[in-house]
């Protein structure tokens, strides 16, 4: 049964990536001279530090080189270095999930023989899916069937089997640094995945990590001019960018950031003194941490236990766990927590919590971000409430 007695190997994970967190992360991450502006730039060599111990590579099983993480053990080091830069923690997350999901499951023997000898022999080797990322309904439908989304991107094959890829995807995760693309496409009713690498002929990478945008990471565009990808890169199964793994994942790194908040902000009322008193010694600002971290450790619990779960279906099998959408409930308690604890700390910071270079103000950016992102918060609230209720949407056809 579930409970909270890591195993030392988890313990080590943890305590390893936190330390260098701390030492290598942390300080480049929150230096006033990065934080001026909205888009803090993508600390580049901190992350390939990262990648150097492993964490590009953090899910993917050993016998294609990875560290075998199970999904538990990959929130808690996601959280650990959300907790030093969330964007660092979204491409490794990226990355490392989508590494799994190909290599070893997706991929043929011929098409993991000539990519992952690369991928393993380069660090800065990364991921990136595109394609069918974006929610398929333009409003939430509650009950009611979902419409295509209208898109500028098309596929279609031609008489030797190839295909041919023309238009636009807008905020690609991680495709400023990817080296290979995973582009899901619907053709003829049917959702196919391809291999796109970069450098593709008809395939132009555009940057949009430095503009000010909604998002976490490292985010750009990909425009396909009669882009033509052999049959061989038609992946034998399509994969999926949000698997429950990666879903926890993305929740963690919203946790970790939380608790870069709490942490500021006890460290500051520990340190600040108003009326000859530290603050932290104030009845109100003591409350207000107090009710930070009863939220983080339920949204900590809540994580812990649907990861878990996830790494043994067969507890959802025998009655042990409870067959609920674990996933989405996890979802939706982090985000709301996490927002909330950020919020809480600026309150303890006072009217410093919103200066620009100030961590916190990119915090609780950040924290709302994952309150709104995709569908947002209130439409998985009711994605939730039909799982409840056992409705089924019908399937939503392909986009040509």
């Known amino acids: 049964m579930y409970n909270l007695h890591l195993s030392a190997e988890q313990i080590e994970f943890r305590d390893t990536v936190r330390e260098f967190v701390a030492k290598e992360i942390t300080p480049a991450a929150i230096h006033p001279d990065r934080l001026q502006g909205y888009a803090p730039r993508l600390l580049t060599a901190q992350l390939a530090q990262a990648a ?72 800065n080797f990364h991921l990136a899916y595109a394609g069918d990322t974006a929610a398929p309904d333009t409003e939430w439908c509650y009950h009611r069937p979902a419409a295509a989304a209208a898109t500028a991107f098309s596929a279609r ?27 899901v496409a619907g053709a003829g009713g049917t959702k196919h995945a391809l291999m796109v690498a970069r450098g593709a002929s008809g395939l132009t990478v555009e940057d949009a990590s430095d503009m000010p945008a909604w998002y976490v990471g490292a985010r750009g565009a990909l425009v396909f001019d009669n882009c033509r990808v052999a049959a061989a890169d038609l992946l034998p199964r399509v994969v999926s960018a949000e698997s429950p793994a990666a879903v926890l994942q993305r929740s963690a790194i919203n946790l970790g950031i939380a608790q870069a908040a709490y942490d500021a902000a006890v460290a500051h009322a520990q340190l600040k003194v108003q009326g000859a008193r530290r603050i932290i010694e104030h009845e109100g600002v003591g409350i207000l941490i107090a009710e930070m971290l009863v939220r983080l450790e339920a949204a900590r619990g809540m994580l812990w236990q649907s990861a878990w779960a996830v790494d043994h279906p067969q507890a959802v099998a025998d009655r042990s766990v409870p067959a609920l959408p674990l996933v989405d ?30 961590p916190l103000c990119h915090y609780v950016q950040q924290t709302q971000i994952f309150l709104h992102a995709g569908r947002g918060v209130t439409a998985a609230k009711l994605g939730i409430a039909e799982k409840i209720d056992g409705y089924q949407r019908p399937p939503v056809a392909a986009a040509a």
């Open 52 to 123: 150097q111990m492993g964490l590009r590579t953090l899910s993917l099983s050993e016998q294609h080189g990875g560290a075998g993480a199970d999904t538990l053990t990959a929130c808690i080091v996601m959280a650990e270095v959300a907790a030093g830069d969330a964007g660092i923690a979204m491409v490794l997350a990226q990355t490392s999930t989508l590494a799994q999901a190909l290599f070893d499951g997706a991929m043929s023997d011929d098409q993991r023989g000539r990519v992952l000898p690369a991928f393993a022999a380069d660090e």
């Open 157 to 183: 094959r031609d008489s030797n089997g190839d295909w041919l890829l023309n238009g636009r995807l807008e905020q690609v995760s991680n495709a400023p640094l990817a080296q290979q693309f995973v582009i």
């Open 329 to 358: 409930l996890v979802q939706v308690f982090v985000a709301e927590a996490a927002h909330e604890v950020t919020q809480r700390a600026a309150e303890v910071f006072g009217a410093m919590g919103i200066l620009r270079d100030m």
